[in-house]
C-alpha cells in the first residue's frame, strides 16, 4: 500500500514542480510586492511595509473606472451570452438535417484570432473620413442619426465592447450546452410525452435540471473570464484604454507594470490580488448557490 502511494506522488510531482514554480510561488511573490511600499524594480529596494499599495490603488480614479467597465461588462455579458447560447443550442438540438454543419459554423467565432475579429468590428462600428461604417449606414437606413462607437459616448463604447464579448465566448457555451442536451437521457422525454406534458415543463422540469451541471459551469468560467478581459477592448479602442475610458482591471495591471505609467510592480501587485479576492468571492457565492440549484 504505501509502495503504491509513493508511486502515485512521484506521478503527481511534475504536475505539482510546475504548479508551484508557475502559479504558487508567483502568488507569493505578488503577496509580498503589494505590501512593500516605494519598491523600485531598478535597484530592487523599498522603504516600509504597509498597506499604503492598497490605498493608493482603490483611490486611483483609473482603477475605480476599470472596475465599473469590469463589473458592468460581467454583469451584462454573462448572463446575456449564456441565455443566448442556451436558445441557440435548443434549437441545434431539434434540427437534424445538417446538425454538424451548423455547430461548426457557430464554433468559428472561437477558433478565430481575437484582435482578427476586433478589426472586424472597428470596421463595422467606426466611424472614419470616407464613411460611417456599416452599422451606422443600417441605422440611418431606418431613419435614426450615425453614433460614434469607437470614439463616441460612454455607453456607446460599452455597448460595442460587450456585443464583441458575447459573440467571441458564445460558441464555446454553444458547444458544450450542445453537447449537454445530446447526453440527456430520451427515456424523460418519452416518459413526459406519454404523460402529454407540455413543452415548456419539460424544458423546466426536465431539460433545465439535466444540464443545470454545464450551466452553472459555464457561468463560473463566465465570470472568471469576463473579469479578465483585456484583449477585447484592446482590439476595439487601441492600446491607450485610459484615455477611450475603456480600461479594465486586467488592463490596469498591465498599465501599471509596462504602460506609460508602468514602473510600478507594487501598485500592479495590489491592483491583482484585489481582482483575485473579487473573482474568489463571486465564486464561493455561485457556489453556495449551486448548491441548491445544481442537480447532479
Known sequence: MKKNSLKG????????LFLGCFMVY?????????????????????????LYNYSYVLRDPYFLQAVKNTFLLVIITVPLSTGIALLISLGLNAIKPLKNLFQ???????????????????????????????????????????????DGPYWAKMFVLCFYTIWVVMPFKILIL????????????????????????????????????MI?????????????????????????LNAAGMNTIVGYVYDMLYGNSGGYPSYASAAAL???AIVLTITCVNLLISRRRVHY
Open 274 to 276: 484585489i481582482l483575485f
Open 178 to 213: 450542445t453537447s449537454a442536451l445530446a447526453s440527456v437521457n430520451p427515456d424523460y422525454y418519452r416518459a413526459a410525452r406519454m404523460d402529454a406534458t407540455g413543452s415548456f415543463r419539460v424544458f423546466h422540469k426536465i431539460t433545465l435540471p439535466m444540464i443545470s451541471p
Open 26 to 50: 508567483p502568488l507569493i511573490d505578488v503577496l509580498i510586492y503589494s505590501f512593500e511600499e516605494g519598491y523600485n524594480s531598478a535597484s530592487q529596494t523599498y522603504f516600509g511595509v504597509g
Open 9 to 16: 506522488w512521484l506521478y503527481l510531482l511534475p504536475a505539482m
Open 216 to 240: 452553472f459551469y459555464l457561468i463560473i468560467t463566465g465570470f472568471i473570464g469576463a473579469f479578465k478581459a483585456y484583449s477585447d477592448a484592446i482590439a476595439l479602442f487601441g492600446t491607450d
Open 104 to 150: 461548426t459554423i457557430y464554433f468559428l467565432p472561437y477558433v478565430t484570432n481575437t484582435l482578427a475579429v476586433g478589426l472586424v468590428f472597428m470596421i463595422l462600428f467606426k466611424k472614419t473620413a470616407y464613411t460611417d461604417g456599416l452599422v451606422n449606414l443600417l441605422i440611418q437606413a431606418f431613419g435614426g442619426s450615425s453614433v460614434d462607437f469607437i
